[in-house]
């Protein structure tokens, strides 16, 4: 027979349920999201090194933020980097719509939430005290992040293959147009990076909870 009483039964059992309940970021969001932070990163900076090679607008990358060195070498990281960034993310969606995971944590997303989310983010006054949450403004970020995700992979498809993908190269309009879509989608995943980058400076506790999960 247990020696422990009914009332400690019960609270040992709130302990637990409470423990269960800190788990913020669960194992598999952790670990695929560091793999396409690393992918990401290299694809970037990759595709940096590609541009220079043939400038879409009248600036080029530094080359202390390139990697490959010359065109070949950066092609090789970046289609090292793109099978992993493709498997990983198409892992991660399917993973995510089969446990409901995006269900929960994206939706819904209104302009009211987000419009009164955003006003309280420029005056310093939007919670941050539970993570399990996410605000209206992350709602928006983290969803469109995913579609820019889809776009950048795609587009990137169509310029790596024309032919081949044909029928995807002409949906973003040819070729040149192709690559003026995969750019733009970077830029915008750079952009998405700052921002998170010091969402996890500002609120430190968001940074722990994807490396322990609590």
Same mark, same amino acid.
Request: positive net charge; glycine residues 8%; hydrophobic residues 55%.
């Given at each position: 027979?247990?020696?422990?009483?009914?009332?400690?039964?019960?609270?040992?059992?709130?302990?637990?349920?409470?423990?269960?309940?800190?788990?913020?970021?669960?194992?598999?969001?952790?670990?695929?999201?560091?793999?396409?932070?690393?992918?990401?990163?290299?694809?970037?900076?990759?595709?940096?090194?590609?541009?220079?090679?043939?400038?879409?607008?009248?600036?080029?990358?530094?080359?202390?933020?390139?990697?490959?060195?010359?065109?070949?070498?950066?092609?090789?990281?970046?289609?090292?980097?793109?099978?992993?960034?493709?498997?990983?993310?198409?892992?991660?969606?399917?993973?995510?719509?089969?446990?409901?995971?995006?269900?929960?944590?994206?939706?819904?997303?209104?302009?009211?939430?987000?419009?009164?989310?955003?006003?309280?983010?420029?005056?310093?006054?939007?919670?941050?005290?539970?993570?399990? *949450?996410?605000? @209206? &403004?992350?709602?928006?970020?983290? #969803?469109? =992040?995913?579609?820019?995700? +889809? %776009?950048?992979?795609?587009?990137?498809?169509?310029?790596?293959?024309?032919?081949?993908?044909?029928?995807?190269?002409?949906?973003?309009?040819?070729?040149? *147009?192709?690559? @003026? &879509?995969?750019?733009?989608?970077? #830029?915008? =995943?750079?952009?998405?990076? +700052? %921002?998170?980058?010091?969402?996890?400076?500002?609120?430190?506790?968001?940074?722990?909870?994807?490396?322990?999960?609590?």
């Amino acid at each position: 027979m247990s020696s422990m009483t009914v009332s400690e039964q019960a609270n040992a059992g709130q302990a637990g349920e409470e423990t269960v309940r800190k788990v913020i970021q669960p194992a598999w969001v952790r670990i695929m999201h560091w793999i396409n932070a690393v992918a990401m990163i290299v694809m970037i900076m990759s595709g940096w090194q590609i541009y220079n090679a043939s400038p879409l607008f009248d600036f080029q990358f530094s080359r202390s933020v390139t990697l490959g060195g010359w065109l070949g070498g950066g092609l090789l990281w970046h289609f090292a980097a793109m099978w992993v960034l493709m498997i990983n993310g198409l892992l991660y969606l399917v993973v995510g719509l089969a446990t409901g995971r995006f269900r929960r944590k994206l939706l819904p997303i209104t302009p009211s939430g987000v419009a009164s989310d955003l006003a309280k983010a420029a005056t310093f006054r939007l919670s941050h005290r539970d993570l399990t *949450t996410y605000n @209206y &403004v992350q709602k928006l970020l983290y #969803a469109g =992040i995913i579609l820019v995700g +889809i %776009v950048v992979v795609l587009s990137g498809l169509s310029i790596w293959k024309p032919v081949q993908f044909q029928l995807l190269t002409a949906v973003f309009g040819g070729y040149d *147009t192709a690559r @003026y &879509v995969h750019f733009f989608a970077m #830029a915008s =995943i750079v952009a998405f990076l +700052i %921002v998170h980058i010091a969402l996890a400076v500002l609120v430190p506790k968001s940074l722990r909870a994807m490396i322990i999960g609590r």
